[in-house]
């Protein structure tokens, strides 16, 4: 049976991510508003301008409501602004809008602007089926994870800083993985709703 995934479309590359999702057996729902949450298994926060989705999910009144749902359990995918939206602690933006969720340190824009956007290959653990399956990541002024946690697993890193990084139910990613054609993180993020789903129907 089909899960109900949540892409948060407030702003963004949101529609990337709803076309990675659409060959797995999923509901895609857009969130916009907080009705939009009802009934998801798993939450995707793409990238874009995390200081102008900070904003509209105060405005709409998503922020806390859509932070209890992540807190719950609920498996999350968070790419490059996602990232960011996840991070408890932001360095010269603390005051910046966010779930704050995960325990890890994040600067933004830590590779240059946007002309100096670039791709490359990277070993992924949990995702890499062995050490020379590379996985394409494209990062477009991408943060880093500058420290985390010690609940944090750091699963990659470039230039001796994490980008991609998981704690329990939610994993974050500098870069955009719905820009290449491998959808494994996506994947990732559909087995894990399954098993939310499940888990929620056995009790």
């Known amino acids: ?10 702003q963004g ?3 990337e991510h709803v076309q990675a999702l659409a060959g797995y057996d999923t509901e895609v729902c857009e969130i916009r508003t907080p009705s939009d949450l009802e009934g998801l298994r798993g939450i995707v926060l793409p990238g874009g301008e995390s ?16 932070a209890q749902l992540c807190a719950s359990g609920i498996p999350v995918l968070a790419t490059c602004a996602g990232m960011i939206l996840l991070a408890r602690n932001l360095p010269g933006f603390s005051e910046q809008p966010r779930l704050g969720l995960m325990d890890i340190a994040v600067l933004r824009n830590a590779f240059g602007r946007q002309k100096e956007s670039f791709a490359t290959r990277l ?20 943060p880093v994870v500058a420290s985390c946690g010690p609940e944090v697993n750091v699963l990659a890193s470039l230039q001796g800083n994490p980008v991609a990084v998981r704690q329990d139910n939610m994993l974050a990613l500098s870069f955009h993985p719905e820009l290449s054609c491998d959808t494994r993180f996506h994947g990732w993020l ?3 709703a399954q098993e939310h789903k499940a888990a929620m129907h056995s009790v």
Do not use: Y
Not at 3 to 10: D, E, Q, S
């Open 1 to 10: 049976m089909a899960v109900r995934i949540g892409v948060l479309a407030l």
């Open 13 to 15: 590359a949101f529609r």
């Open 123 to 142: 070993h992924v653990r949990e995702f890499s089926r062995q050490a020379n399956d590379l996985i394409e990541a494209v990062f477009i002024r991408a």
């Open 190 to 192: 559909v087995r894990r």
């Open 51 to 66: 200081t102008v989705m900070g904003k509209l999910l105060l405005e709409e009144g998503l922020l806390h409501p859509l």
